[in-house]
């Protein structure tokens, strides 16, 4: 009878507890601490290096009456500004946009084409031409204007949403640790003499492809498939051999081609045709007014070069307006004071006291912190002594310069 009971107590027992935290559940949660959170800042801040702020010699603009929104330009129709992000693409961003507007003014087509796309393109040929020449080809993220028609002829060109080039909840592009994955490859390369064209672009593209994205070998557009090279030749339209870059550079002989003598030409490119500065600034003055956008290449470091007010302008301390001229110019980029070191598209122009101002997009992070996002203001004479070359349709060109230009 006693072992009964006990039976019963023990199952009793069992019963009680079984009931008692059968109601008990496990969850997956993130775990905080936050007092420890607090340490760590408190310690990080302590220890961080105070630096002073950067500072830099610019310009006062007191005094000038300045532009101060887009409403004021004359415009062509241009897609609204975009950020190149953490990149050094602003050649495909600028020239990608020079070419929608072209694309606008030529078939009525609001087109939103890939940079990421010609990007990729380009680091493979860079990775190409750096195998061939066995290093001795220079490999960066910058680039020039007439690449983009370049890998446009040989890859073709598929709409931004075809290939966005990073992924979906990466808010801007960022292709540092893309960048420098590919170059320290390429110097490990170099190094071990392993010249294998074929395995060397083979890595390069897997790294692409998983910062980028495999981009696409066809695309679907009003229903109808096609590869990228179709949707050049029967969407986009453009003759690929009407567009040609300018220079004005006095060491080159003028009303020839030339080859524009800086690291972002890093094939060579001897297709840009060099002119005088009087027919140079004609040119840009006279394409804007009659609707034609132009593809900029220039220096952007100087210190009439303000993104808080959204303005470029050449101060008189650097400069006299009435002493730029080709001398000033060539003295500039002879002694790399003036460099290669941005694109940017010219949408729109104004004429304020007897000059002209021009509407510049701008894809870099200097044009963001103004009022007038994604655009800077310039006025004529930074054009004329600080930007390097442009592009135009060379049957325009023609026209205004009054000559055949072979």
């Known amino acids: 009878m006693l072992q009964r009971i006990t039976s019963i107590l023990i199952l009793s027992t069992l019963v009680f507890f079984t009931i008692s935290f059968s109601q008990d559940k496990g969850e997956i949660k993130v775990y905080k601490n936050e007092f420890w959170e607090k340490i760590k800042k408190s310690a990080e801040e302590y220890n961080e290096k105070k630096e002073e702020p950067k500072k830099k010699f610019t310009m006062d603009f007191s005094g000038y009456d300045l532009p101060t929104s887009i409403h004021e330009f004359s415009q062509i129709w241009h897609n609204p ?75 073709g060109i598929v709409p931004e949403k075809d290939y966005p080039g990073k992924p979906a909840d990466q808010e801007f592009h960022d292709h540092h640790l893309m960048f420098a994955e590919m170059n320290k490859y390429l110097q490990f390369v170099k190094e071990n003499n392993a010249w294998n064209e ?61 080859e524009y003598e800086v690291e972002d030409n890093w094939w060579h490119s001897k297709e840009y045709y060099n002119l005088p500065l009087n027919d140079f600034m004609k040119l840009l003055k006279k394409s804007i007014r009659d609707g034609y956008g132009v593809d900029l290449g220039g220096d952007v470091s100087e210190s009439g070069y303000d993104p808080l007010k959204d303005v470029a302008m050449i101060p008189y301390y650097d400069i006299p307006s009435q002493c730029i ?82």
């Not at 050094?88 to 084409?113: A, D, M, V």
């Not at 020449?133 to 040989?154: C, I, L, P, T, Y």
């Not at 050049?232 to 081609?257: A, G």
């Not at 135009?392 to 009054?402: N, T």
Request: aromatic residues 16%; proline residues 3%.
């Open 81 to 155: 500004p975009i950020s190149q992000g953490w990149t050094g693409t602003c050649w495909c961003f600028s020239t990608t946009s020079y070419f929608e507007s072209e694309i606008y003014r030529l078939t009525n087509q609001k087109l939103k084409l890939s940079e990421m796309f010609t990007v990729y393109w380009e680091y493979v040929e860079k990775a190409r031409r750096f195998v061939r020449e066995r290093g001795d080809s220079f490999f960066g993220e910058g680039s020039e204007a007439n690449a983009v028609m370049r890998m446009w002829k040989k890859y």
């Open 325 to 406: 001229d080709e001398n000033a110019r060539q003295f500039r980029f002879s002694n790399k004071s003036t460099t290669d070191d941005h694109g940017i598209h010219l949408v729109g122009y104004m004429e304020k006291d007897g000059e002209d101002w021009y509407l510049i997009k701008d894809s870099g992070s200097s044009s963001r912190n103004g009022a007038n996002v994604g655009y800077f203001f310039y006025q004529e004479d930074y054009v004329k002594l600080k930007m390097m070359n442009i592009m135009v349709p060379k049957d325009y060109a023609e026209k205004v310069l009054v000559r055949d230009i072979k």
């Open 198 to 258: 074929d395995d060397v672009l083979t890595t390069i593209k897997s790294i692409l492809n998983h910062y980028l994205g495999v981009p696409p070998e066809s695309i679907s557009d009003d229903g109808k498939e096609m590869t990228p090279k179709e949707y050049f030749k029967s969407v986009v339209k453009l003759d690929p051999d009407n567009y040609i870059n300018f220079m004005s550079l006095k060491e080159k002989p003028y009303n020839q081609f030339a």
